[in-house]
């Protein structure tokens, strides 16, 4: 298995932690959820990574076709999940700015914003893809990935 499923499983447990230590646990301020179920909808388009690192490591064939026939049925969902994704942030980062007002002085709202820029340059990458694939498409569309997930990783430390 990829390391990725690990790293992925857990920044999973560093986003539960931040949300049940928030102030506002259990009711939880609307900011928070949408922020929440937006980063979920990107894990999830993320663990497509975890897959095929998995499936290029993995030295047994028969294991290597049943990933890849998984693999095959997220496709469809694949590029509706990553718009889920850029909506609800687009959401969070409104309703944070709606409830605070926004301040470059706060390290989690700047982080938070690059990290929704990224997201916007890795849909569009993403959208490119599927009308003209070509390897370069591809390998901006996963290194803007690994931008994003580093931009979580510090947006949720924060
Ligand atoms: C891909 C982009 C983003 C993801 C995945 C994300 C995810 C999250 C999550 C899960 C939380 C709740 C946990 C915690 O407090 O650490 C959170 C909180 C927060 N986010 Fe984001 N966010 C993103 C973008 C943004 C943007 C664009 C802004 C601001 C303009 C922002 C500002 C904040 C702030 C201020 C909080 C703390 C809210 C509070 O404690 O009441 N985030 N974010
Ligand atoms: C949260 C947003 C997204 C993330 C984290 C994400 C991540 C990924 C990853 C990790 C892969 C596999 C990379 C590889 O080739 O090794 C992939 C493939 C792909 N993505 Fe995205 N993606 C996102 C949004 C989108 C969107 C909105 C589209 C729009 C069409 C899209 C189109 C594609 C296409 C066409 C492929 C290749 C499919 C295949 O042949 O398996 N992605 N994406």
Excluded: C, Q
């Excluded at 959820?33 to 993320?46: A, D, K, P, Q, T």
């Amino acid at each position: 298995m990829s390391n990725w499923f690990y790293l992925n499983f857990i920044l999973l447990l560093l986003a539960i932690w931040k949300i049940i230590t928030h102030f506002s646990f259990p009711e939880l301020s609307l900011h928070v959820l949408l922020g929440f179920i937006g980063f979920l909808f990107f894990l999830f388009n993320w663990t497509r990574n975890a897959m095929f690192s998995t499936i290029r490591s993995v030295p047994d064939r028969n294991i290597k076709i049943r990933l890849v026939n998984v693999s095959k049925k997220v496709i469809p969902f694949h590029r509706w999940t990553g718009m889920a994704a850029l909506t609800f942030i687009l959401l969070h980062g409104g309703t944070v700015i709606y409830h605070y007002g926004f301040s470059f002085k706060n390290g989690k709202m700047l982080v938070g914003l690059l990290a929704m820029i990224t997201l916007v340059f890795l849909v569009i990458s993403g959208w490119m893809r599927l009308i003209k694939p070509s390897v370069k498409l591809r390998r901006i569309h996963l290194r803007l990935g690994m931008l994003l997930f580093s931009l979580v990783v510090w947006h949720l430390l924060l």
